[in-house]
Every structure is written in structure tokens, then in C-alpha cells.
């Protein structure tokens, strides 16, 4: 079992920054992969960023660019920074942890953080 949760969400104005964190505990040796994935209002979930225990990162087209996905491993902690943000970035943000063990893959999502981008 891996537990997830979230901080950094909160209001910034278009063009501002702000960095997400979450921290990982539990079965944490099983985790193979951690991502980033947001819901906006009447929308689906979507992927935002992913990054494997190696280090190789994934961006959906949208945030390429803006946003960077980082993990430290030591910290168990995944980060996302995200930059030159636009209002079409509101959403609620959700950490995910993607694990492996005894060949039994599992999925894990933290409550989510919200992120909202306003004048």
C-alpha cells in the first residue's frame, strides 16, 4: 500500500508560478512510476506529467515547456513546477503513484489540490 497527498495548490495571477509537492509514503520501494494528472470543471482527468523511477519524464503537449516534473527519491517526494501558468491551467491536480510488487501492478491517487488561475 502507498499513500499519496498533495500541497502547493492555490490562486495566482496568468503569467505567475507555483510549485506542487507530493509526499509518498508507505510501500514506497514498489513505486515504478509518479505522475501528475488535473481535472478541470465538467471536464475528464487528463495527464499532465510523468516520471519513471529512472528519471525519464513524459509531458502532456500543453505543458511542455511551462511546466517540469521532479521527484526526489530520498524525500519520496514528487514535485511540479509550473510556470507562465494561463487560466486554461485551472483544475484540481492529483498526484498518482504507480506500483509493482510480487507482479501485482497497483494505482494510487492523492485528494487532489486545487489550482486556480484568475486576474
Known amino acids: 500500500q502507498v499513500q499519496v497527498v498533495e500541497s502547493g495548490g492555490g490562486s495566482v495571477q496568468p503569467g505567475g508560478s507555483l510549485t506542487l509537492s507530493c509526499v509518498a509514503s508507505?510501500?514506497?520501494?514498489?513505486?515504478?512510476?509518479m505522475g501528475w494528472y488535473r481535472q478541470a470543471p465538467g471536464k475528464q482527468r487528463e495527464l499532465v506529467a510523468t516520471?519513471?523511477?529512472?528519471?525519464?519524464?513524459n509531458y502532456v503537449d500543453s505543458a511542455k515547456g511551462r511546466f517540469t516534473i521532479s521527484r526526489d527519491n530520498v524525500k519520496n517526494t514528487l514535485y511540479l513546477q509550473m510556470n507562465t501558468l494561463k487560466p486554461e491551467d485551472t483544475a484540481v491536480y492529483y498526484c498518482?503513484?504507480?506500483?509493482?510488487?510480487?507482479?501485482?501492478?497497483?494505482?494510487?491517487w492523492g485528494q487532489g489540490t486545487p489550482v486556480t488561475v484568475s486576474s
Open positions: 508507505g510501500d514506497t520501494d514498489s513505486i515504478y512510476r
Open positions: 516520471i519513471t523511477d529512472s528519471g525519464v519524464t
Open positions: 498518482n503513484a504507480n506500483t509493482l510488487r510480487d507482479r501485482r501492478v497497483s494505482d494510487y
